[in-house]
């Protein structure tokens, strides 16, 4: 999952790094399943459907929320109710055929009571959510990104939430442990931690979604 890696998990990891410096860590952002030949892999991050375990365990569930950088604004057209967001490029996020994609403009729309027959489907789409959240950054659009992965440049204005409005990804991330991981004391040391932080974040995207 190359957007959770670099938009979510690597800040994680940066601060779990910095608190274990004994240790080297490889990281591969990759949609395949990691091959067992080549290197030995002690955790993968998921999405889908998958039932927690003692090897797995859901970390979160995600949420989209419309977000765009303060330049693309225009001083023509406000953004004082849901509608308004039709007068600009909206950009979309499509996993298909690998995973379930997150929700769509019409269904945030539909979510607003907002009638949206009028949008362009396919304007632009991206695979990656990683690479729609640079455009927006770039003031290309505006985009339903996941939360985790804008809350830090929204928290320093990079990007704008210009609506409340959160809508449920439709399945959640899971961390699945190699059957040896939890043979390590640093693995066990390293689960504990990163689930804890992935409480964390479901704390925050259930408030967005109350």
């Not at 938009?7 to 591969?28: M, S, T």
């Not at 927006?136 to 996941?146: E, K, R, S």
Request: glycine share 4%; proline share 8%; with cysteine.
């Amino acid at each position: 999952l190359p957007s959770l890696l670099s938009d979510w998990l690597a800040p994680h990891i940066y601060a779990w790094q910095d608190e274990h410096p004994e240790l080297n860590l490889f990281l591969d952002g990759s949609h395949a399943e990691p091959s067992p030949e080549g290197y030995d892999i002690d955790f993968r991050f998921t999405y889908g459907d998958y039932v927690a375990t003692e090897n797995a365990i859901e970390l979160f569930r995600d949420c989209v929320v419309p977000v765009c950088s303060p330049w693309l604004l225009r001083p023509d057209v406000l953004l004082n109710k849901p509608a308004d967001l039709l007068a600009y490029p909206l950009l979309s996020i499509d996993w298909l055929p690998k995973f379930a994609s997150p929700p769509s403009w019409r269904d945030w729309f539909k979510a607003q009571q907002v009638d949206c027959e009028s949008i362009r489907d396919g304007y632009r789409v991206y695979s990656l959510s990683a690479m729609a959240i640079q455009a927006a950054l770039a003031g290309q659009g505006v985009v339903l990104a996941q939360y985790s992965m804008v809350a830090d440049a929204l928290s320093d204005g990079r990007l704008i939430r210009p609506f409340a409005r959160a809508l449920p990804l439709p399945s959640a991330y899971f961390l699945v442990g190699a059957k040896g991981a939890f043979d390590k004391a640093h693995c066990r040391d390293f689960h504990r931690w990163i689930v804890a932080r992935g409480r964390e974040q479901m704390v925050i995207n259930q408030r967005l979604l109350a």
